[in-house]
């Protein structure tokens, strides 16, 4: 059974960073896709980035495109997501996703393993 632990979150002023983490278990995840969506109360779940594990091609939403950065240690299976210049509009829970679906998948009912979240709130 896979399962995704994500780290990192926190409380930010606007322009600061975060680097939130997802440590992955349970299988070996070079033919997997993993992602990040964010959701805030009363929206749907959004995507943000999208990383695929051996070719290391990303994708980014482009509200994030420029200031979110995606990368992978392998030693570890944990892959990361960078946050520079936050602002207010990035609060939100960060939910780590995986998909063996293949790489460009944006959906969320293209996952079908995600974490438990961690919350990033950026103040103005």
Do not use: H, I
């Amino acid at each position: 059974q896979v399962q995704l632990v994500e780290s990192g979150g926190g409380l930010v002023q606007a322009g600061g960073s975060l680097r939130l983490s997802c440590a992955a278990s349970g299988r070996t995840f070079s033919s997997y896709v993993m992602a990040w969506f964010r959701q805030v109360p009363g929206k749907e779940r959004e995507f943000v980035a999208t990383l695929s594990w051996r070719s290391l091609r990303t994708y980014y939403a482009d509200s994030v495109k420029g200031r979110f950065t995606l990368s992978r240690d392998v030693a570890k299976n944990t892959v990361y997501l960078q946050m520079n210049s936050l602002k207010p509009d990035d609060t939100a829970v960060y939910y780590c996703a995986a998909t063996v679906r293949g790489y460009g998948v944006t959906r969320t009912t293209d996952f079908e393993f995600w974490g438990q979240g961690t919350q990033v709130t950026v103040s103005s």
